[in-house]
């Protein structure tokens, strides 16, 4: 949509991207944190290379440029998105524990 309407990924990109972060953190299984955990940088920037190759920005470009241009454009939704689970996590590892204590285990 930020394609669309802007010249990149913009506030809507980056606001997916961390509800899709903590939704996810917040439904994996605890074996499946360490995937979560890793993820939000590869899905976003992959999400970023189809979308400008979809809307034909990179078509412009040489590649290395388009792909720093990805990065760049990719960072705050990337960082906002990791904060999210990293947030999530850690609140599931906390309430993990007191339940644990709480239960006698």
């Given at each position: 949509?930020?394609?669309?309407?802007?010249?990149?990924?913009?506030?809507?990109?980056?606001?997916?991207?961390?509800?899709?972060?903590?939704?996810?953190?917040?439904?994996?299984?605890?074996?499946?944190?360490?995937?979560?955990?890793?993820?939000?940088?590869?899905?976003?920037?992959?999400?970023?290379?189809?979308?400008?190759?979809?809307a034909g920005?990179?078509?412009?470009?040489?590649?290395?440029?388009?792909?720093?241009?990805?990065?760049?454009?990719?960072?705050?939704?990337?960082?906002?998105?990791?904060?999210?689970?990293?947030?999530?996590?850690?609140?599931?590892?906390?309430?993990?524990q007191?339940?644990?204590?709480?239960?006698?285990?």
């Amino acid at each position: 949509m930020d394609e669309l309407l802007a010249s990149g990924p913009g506030w809507a990109f980056a606001l997916t991207a961390v509800i899709a972060g903590g939704v996810t953190a917040g439904m994996c299984s605890r074996a499946g944190a360490w995937w979560v955990l890793c993820a939000p940088p590869l899905v976003l920037m992959a999400v970023t290379v189809v979308t400008e190759q979809v809307a034909g920005v990179s078509a412009r470009r040489v590649l290395t440029t388009s792909a720093v241009h990805w990065g760049i454009d990719a960072f705050p939704a990337m960082a906002g998105a990791e904060l999210a689970v990293i947030a999530v996590l850690v609140v599931r590892m906390i309430r993990s524990q007191r339940s644990r204590r709480g239960s006698g285990a």
